[in-house]
């Protein structure tokens, strides 16, 4: 902690150049002050000697950036993150998407899945999980996998649980994992309904219609125009009077797109567009 | 060194931080010079009523910290329960949801640095009562960048912990009562 890892913005610009130009990710509109620390973490977990030091390893090792990017991007996330979140879009959205044929739900920038499985269980409760696709896409392929394991650390499974009937869960918890040697396995039949891929909001395009995306705790990383510019993606990508459901701390506010929602919840951070 | 102008003031703390806190805001004379952050461990579900109960005892308007919002003076910001709260060049908040720091969630060390990295000496540290260690290697990178940083006086705490660490690993000077800190609030 004591380490000076207060780089210079001008050095932090520069590394992110390289790495436009060398690996395609594009980090430039990503908010300074968390990137920075979030490199100064890995500068200190890999023990470099120097920032220029970093810059130069980074450019001459694939693998090497692979852990970069898990480093800089994961964040923790939990299930049931905000149960009343959940509690909200069960009571409010679900019964709208009941009415539909088929449901196409997009988690965007999920991390490693938690609150995809937290959906699915959700909808299971609800009887709609069988007509139902939940898409989960992160930049990070490592966190992907962890999602495609479907197996997670059961320290915070106690917390999760509670979560759970909070957010109206009412089926018991336990009945969707298997827990063996400290991990909880979930069953299959919810990741039969998940459809996993890389996608990078910054860079990659609308891929389907959905009638819910759920992006929470992503654009709180963004700057100002890159916001607005997923935010607009995510505008093209909803079915006319589709809900966009974001993170406790994210609004639609100076994104352009305002005008394109009416407020179901203000406080639970959920949007309908208007058709 | 003690001329320099506060353009930022954050005051933290944990358990027993909330009655020093009402304490100094009770015995402020005037909307502060520079706006004040609050930095608190508490449990999420009692951010609105944090809130409040702010609002209802100071005459210094009161809000959460929103990510973006460029700090105004006069002006009282809570972090919000489950990010870290950090700044940007231009002095604005930015909101992290990566892992705890301390086991805590806005973490005190988080805020600390990275204000001290943006502010620098325009930057006032204050850590009040609490049971664990955060608070302290955050204000010694804020004293490093010639950041005022000041402690509730042990003997005025609830849970005396927190600031002592910070005076002994710092040799921390500015030792305050919370009558003395709303004095040095006042004067800014």
């Known amino acids: 902690m004591t380490m000076e890892t207060n780089f210079a913005d001008e050095e932090i610009g520069l590394l992110l150049t390289d790495i436009v130009d060398r690996y395609g990710y594009d980090f430039t509109g990503y908010t300074m002050a968390s990137l920075k620390r979030r490199i100064a973490r890995f500068f200190i977990i890999k023990k470099f000697p120097s920032f220029a030091e970093l810059r130069y390893a980074l450019l001459n090792a694939d693998s090497l950036f692979n852990e970069f990017v898990e480093e800089i991007t994961v964040n923790a996330t939990e299930m049931f993150r905000d149960p009343l979140f959940y509690k909200a879009l069960v009571n409010e959205v679900f019964p709208v998407l009941r009415t539909k044929p088929f449901i196409r739900i997009w988690h965007a920038g999920c991390s490693t899945g938690e609150e995809v499985y937290s959906m699915a269980i959700l909808l299971d409760e609800a009887g709609l999980l069988s007509k139902s696709l939940l898409y989960a896409t992160d930049l990070n392929p490592g966190a992907l996998e962890t999602l495609q394991k479907g197996i997670y650390p059961l320290d915070h499974f106690r917390q999760y649980a509670e979560n759970y009937s909070q957010a109206g869960g009412n089926q018991g918890f336990s009945n969707y994992y298997t827990a063996r040697y400290g991990f909880a396995k979930f069953d299959e039949r919810l990741q039969q309904r998940m459809v996993v891929s890389t996608h990078n909001l910054v860079s990659d395009s609308s891929f389907n219609a959905f009638q819910l995306i759920i992006c929470r705790n992503v654009l709180i990383y963004f700057d100002k125009e890159l916001q607005s510019r997923v935010l607009s993606l995510f505008t093209d990508s909803l079915e006319p009077l589709g809900y966009l459901a974001l993170g406790a701390k994210e609004s639609l506010r100076f994104s352009g797109v305002e005008n394109s929602f009416t407020p179901l919840s203000i406080r639970e951070k959920i949007w309908k567009k208007i058709a | ?188």
């Open chain 2, 1 to 188: 060194m003690e001329e320099n102008r506060v353009n930022l003031l954050l005051i933290a703390g944990s358990a027993g931080a909330l009655d020093a806190l009402l304490k100094i805001l009770s015995q402020l004379h005037a909307l502060p010079a520079a706006p004040i952050v609050i930095i608190l461990h508490r449990k999420a579900e009692n951010q609105a009523l944090l809130i409040d109960l702010l609002g209802a005892r100071s005459p210094i308007p009161v809000k959460e910290a929103d990510e973006k919002e460029i700090p105004l003076a006069g002006h009282l910001y809570v972090a919000p329960a489950d990010y870290h709260l950090l700044f940007e060049a231009d002095g604005s908040f930015s909101l992290d949801a990566s892992e705890k720091v301390n086991y805590s969630r806005p973490s005190i060390d988080v805020s600390f640095s990275s204000a001290a990295d943006v502010y620098c000496q325009g930057l006032a540290c204050i850590l009040l009562s609490g049971a664990n260690n955060d608070g302290t290697e955050g204000m010694r990178r804020a004293k490093a960048k010639g950041a005022i940083c000041i402690a509730q006086s042990p003997a005025t705490a609830e849970v005396p912990f927190m600031p002592e660490q910070a005076i002994k690993e710092l040799s921390l000077q500015q030792v305050y009562s919370p009558a003395q800190i709303s004095q040095f609030i006042n004067q800014l």
